[in-house]
């Protein structure tokens, strides 16, 4: 605990860390030492961790590193990180993020971007840790902390975990309580452990999983052993590799880190097998809908009179000034854009036409794994990002659009609701870090971890 305050201190330069918590660091680590010498000790007692800003911790500020959460100290603690608190851990202070967890590079934070701790070859010019958990990322692999919490919509565990060379993994829907995260697309929100290890992102899964009354969506099963499942071996295991993710202009670097991780898979053991999920192509434009809709409509409560920042008044201004001003003042322009997006999908002239039209695709895509799934595929595996991680600054002036199309490989398991792990599996030619990703069946987040750790 002392080693990780020090580095963050430090690192400050990579402003990673959002609010630091010393005392309380301290405080538990005394207590997990107590824990380890009584001889009661869960494997995460006594692990410093970094906790994602978008968790509400009791007392500390949590703001999902936007304006309009300025001075919010929530009153209660999140099912998951009490969950690690009751395992030992300790909590090192408040990781960046995309504001609202809306974002692919981390740039869209109150805070400021977050720096990649990895540079390109000789070249000094800052990168993207990847969003949205870009300050997760970069804290993990910078040794800031042993291991962060992360939350993923479309993609903002994988794709970071990617741009930093870390494994990082979205669970099941259902699997780990969304109580007390803030929520941006409730249906397709999922928290997740980013950690320097597949071994480490079993046994954190391992405390933060589980059934909580207070989630109507938490699934009411029991918490499998999931580091017991490493077994490294995966012979006559079933792998797809889904022709859909063969982009057009995919770069040659990315076509062969695939290639590389087929084999590897093969030499230990697995059966490939091609295969098809033919509505692929419709999963990006069918996502944002869906999640700018969902965003709207729980980014309401944003009122400036239960939580945050208020706007002042002026003489004559009623409360729907108040709303706008405040609304106005607190959201940055990603997220105005977002609840705007989904304002319009959600209107009644447009309801039909764009977000009952995304709903069925999404029902397509689900179908499109249930079926692979039904043919005996174990797991499915693809390149985790469309690139390595790109400059700060660089996708500034382009398209949102552009920014977009980073989540095209990672989107897709949030629609269907299943487990993506993304796995460290090389570096590009000047010298960045790539990953792969591996989908696995609902539930089996165990056998997924199995698979990952063969191509570790
Ligand atoms: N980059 C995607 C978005 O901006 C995914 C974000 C996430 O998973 N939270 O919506």
Redesign the pocket.
Known sequence: TEACLGAIEDASALNAFVHNTPEIARAQAAAADTRIKAGDAPDMCGIPLGIKDLFCTKGVPSQAASRILEGFKPEYESTITQQLWDAGSVMLGKLNMDEF????SNETSVYGDVVNPWRRGNDDAPLTPG??SGGSASAVAADLCLAATG??????IRQPAAFVGITGLKPTYGRCSRWGVVA?ASSLDQAGPMTKSVRDAAIMLGAMAGHDPKDSTSAELAVPDFEAALTGDIRGKKIGIPKEYRMEGMPAEIEQLWADGTAMLKDAGAEIIDISLPHTKYALPAYYVV?PAEASSNLARYDGVRFGHRAKIGQGDGITEMYEKTRAEGFGPEVQRRVMIGTYVLSAGFYDAYYNRARKVRSLIKKDFEDVFAQGVDAILTPATPSAAFGLGEMADADPVQMYL??VFTVTVNLAGLPGIAVPAGLDKQGLPLGLQLIGRPWEEGDLLNTAYALE
């Open positions: 967890a809306m974002g692919s969003g949205s939350t993923d919509t479309g993609g903002s941006f999640a980073n989540d």
